[in-house]
């Protein structure tokens, strides 16, 4: 019984959204399920998905909340 968990930030896809759509998690869950029955033959009833929408200022990312890192890679910074 695989459980796969996938974590996402809670920001839209640059249309003003916040938060991934029905739609969007729906094909998550779909490919990560087909995934594991193509590759480990694990049967799509045996297998959980959790998705889990993170807030953006609870993400880290090379020592730095997520905001911060990509200002500084965006001016050209190294981490």
């Known amino acids: ?3 796969v968990t996938i974590k996402i930030t809670r920001e839209g896809s640059g249309s003003g959204r916040d938060r991934a ?5 729906a094909s998550l869950i779909a490919g990560v399920s087909q995934l594991l029955l193509d ?9 959980f998905v959790v998705i889990e929408e993170v ?3 609870n993400w880290g990312w ?3 909340p997520v905001p911060e ?7 050209g910074g190294d981490l």
Do not use: C, D, F, H
């Open 1 to 3: 019984m695989p459980i």
């Open 55 to 57: 807030e953006l200022e």
């Open 69 to 75: 890192y990509r200002k500084k890679i965006a001016k």
């Open 21 to 25: 759509t029905r739609e969007e998690k």
């Open 62 to 64: 090379g020592g730095l």
């Open 39 to 47: 590759v480990l033959n694990k049967p799509l009833a045996s297998t």
